[in-house]
């Protein structure tokens, strides 16, 4: 058993970025999330990498381009603000098939919002962020063991896939301490054939484009990128259950949202409701099968969110409105009480009776 | 004999500039700068969003397609990967650099980027049909500026080289014209130079290049040359506004 430490949310992705092998920062400053950079700039001058403070976001998650256009790890990260200005980066990394890491431990909106945890960003990241057909990989921390092992993950799945990978965090993952073993195993070697890092003139040059005036060739292009994504849908979907065996009423929720639930549902257990959870850790690819298997058991679906029913939509597709399914929310910073869960589960159970 | 050959860092394609464009002078000066100075198999450009958004099909070198204006981003992005090893240049126009990119210029000039910017200033947009530039002259009629660019209404044009100057980071600013051979021969010397500065770790080198566009401007070809003698020049005299080592 490998030794367990004491860290922040965000020093642990920061630290897993590190032990993942990628030696570039760049980034701008932006609460609930500076301790990522703080953490890089810190450590990256001591270990040959670069911590770079560019000067906005939109300059950072072109540099990161930039950096991945060379074949090596990179990340930024930002809060849900920034995300949206890395928006049009998103979309041309996606274009060009770039793999980097970025995270957004996202914080309440729309607008400049508040600065207290939120998950209304959960559209923006699963459907892409920016324009254009295309995904990232969203990964959904709900510790900061996860915070850590999800960032490593996030790197090795993004250069497996030539994708973005989107740890999707909020305020409270950030901020809150937990011990984590930071023992990450083995970084896997991927291709890079199709980096830029000078021709050597041993080779035709590499080009990092995402322009294509040529629409039959655009169409297969993103044909092509749908081929993978269909692949990260078979083989990378990602999600805990959670006394599930005997359950009739399924919980959905994810990050910060599932450990207030899992409480909620110790209570509502113990009150003799058969009531479990699905708890997504890849919201894209969002666990559709695991949904679909348990509407044949379960007569009733709960979607606890941070959000005004964005989740709940998916949860909806994925067992194909065949059971009812009810929100239970708070917004703006705000988190759901555990009362609050368990009080939706009574309710729920109350109208199966 | 062979008395004049395509320098070999330009590849083998048909360029799509338009007839009297002077894209491809500043291509063929780029190009013969990066063979003289032999780091063709090292060297990284960037293209922008614009006229010279396919200058990634047309340079032998690695090449990447950046999104408008961020070209000095990426390209920080790829110097920092391999400082020791990657030369890194951008080639850019005025809306590009000096509108849409304005923040990413100046905080790579600022920086001292280690890299070698081309600015391609011909005082419109070329690739939309003809509107309005950061650089339009006041007065010049544009697509979206038909009365002629009104001060009073949308401000005046950018001095970039002017405007760097100003700054403490920058290595190098020059600013050259490509309308006449004693012109273009000044200009091959500052673009080889802003390379030679990179390869020497001086940092951020700027040549803006002041080029024609006779399809937007509606002039022939050899008015627009004219045209830059008479009325660019004047508003943006040439020659160099920075240079760190000469100081």
């Excluded at chain 2, 990119?101 to 600015?119: L, P, Q, S």
């Excluded at chain 2, 600013?173 to 273009?184: F, M, P, S």
Aim: aromatic share 8%; with cysteine.
């Amino acid at each position: 058993m490998a030794e367990k430490v004491l860290m922040k949310g965000n020093e642990a992705i920061a630290e897993a970025a590190i032990l993942a092998g990628c030696r570039h920062y760049f980034g701008y400053p932006i609460t609930p999330q500076t301790e990522i950079a703080a953490y890089m700039a810190k450590r990256m001058p001591k270990i040959g990498g670069c911590f770079l403070q560019a000067e906005s976001e939109v300059a950072a998650i072109n540099m990161v381009y930039g950096l991945a256009s060379t074949g090596k790890r990179v990340m930024t990260s930002s809060s849900s603000p920034g995300i949206s200005l890395k928006a049009e980066g998103l979309s041309y990394m996606a274009g060009s098939d770039l793999p980097a890491l970025v995270v957004n431990v996202q914080r309440g909106g729309p607008g400049l919002g508040g600065i207290q945890p939120s998950q209304s960003d959960y559209f923006q990241a699963t459907r892409g962020g920016g324009h254009g057909d295309y995904h990232m990989i969203v990964l959904a921390p709900a510790s900061v063991q996860e915070m850590a092992s999800l960032t490593f993950k996030g790197f090795d799945l993004a250069e497996k896939y030539r994708v973005t990978s989107m740890i999707l965090a909020d305020g409270t993952m950030g901020q809150m301490m937990e011990p984590v073993e930071l023992e990450m195993g083995e970084v896997n070697e991927h291709d890079k054939s199709w980096a830029v890092t000078g021709t050597k003139m041993a080779r035709k040059h590499n080009i990092i484009n995402s322009l294509s005036l040529n629409s039959e060739q655009l169409e297969q292009q993103n044909f092509e990128r749908f081929e993978r994504y269909k692949k990260i849908e078979e083989n990378e979907v990602m999600y805990e259950e959670f006394m599930m065996d005997d359950a009739e009423i399924c919980v959905v929720a994810f990050g910060i949202a599932s450990r207030v639930s899992k409480n909620a549902i110790m209570e509502a257990r113990a009150k003799g409701i058969k009531v479990g959870m699905i708890r997504p850790i890849t919201l894209w690819p969002f666990p559709k099968k695991a949904l679909e298997t348990a509407a044949e058991k379960c007569k009733a679906f709960i979607s606890v969110e941070l959000s005004m029913g964005q989740m709940i939509e998916d949860v909806e597709l994925a067992i194909r409105c065949k059971r009812p399914v009810t929100l239970c929310n708070r917004v703006g910073g705000m988190i759901p009480s555990s009362e609050q869960v368990l009080a939706t589960i009574e309710q729920v159970q109350g109208g199966l009776e | 004999m062979i008395v004049f050959e395509k320098p070999k860092a330009l590849a083998d394609v048909p360029f799509h500039y338009c007839p009297g464009c002077t894209h491809g002078i500043i291509h063929r000066l780029v190009a013969e700068a990066i063979d003289e100075l032999g780091i063709e198999g090292q060297t990284i450009g960037v293209a922008p969003v614009g006229c010279s958004v396919f200058a990634y099909n047309y340079f032998n070198c690695d090449m990447v397609e950046a999104a408008h204006g961020r070209a000095p981003a990426v390209a920080t992005g790829l110097k920092r990967s391999d400082p020791e090893n990657h030369i890194v240049f951008t080639y850019q126009g005025d809306g590009d650099l000096a509108s849409i990119g304005m923040a990413e210029t100046v905080h790579a000039a600022t920086r001292n980027e280690n890299i070698t910017i081309i600015f391609v200033n011909n005082a419109i947009y070329g690739m939309t049909g003809g509107q309005m530039a950061p650089t339009s002259l006041p007065g010049q009629v544009t697509q979206t500026s038909p009365y002629g660019r009104d001060p009073k209404h949308c401000g005046y044009p950018v001095k970039v080289c002017e405007m760097l100057s100003q700054l403490e980071g920058p290595e190098y600013l020059e600013r050259v014209a490509v309308n006449n051979i004693k012109n273009i021969r000044a200009a091959k010397k500052a673009i080889k130079k802003a390379f030679e500065n990179q390869i020497q770790g001086k940092g951020f080198s700027l040549v803006e290049v002041l080029s024609s566009c006779p399809t937007n401007w509606g002039m022939t070809p050899q008015k627009a040359l004219e045209w830059i003698d008479e009325a660019m020049i004047p508003y943006y005299p040439l020659g160099v506004y920075k240079d760190r080592s000469a100081e």
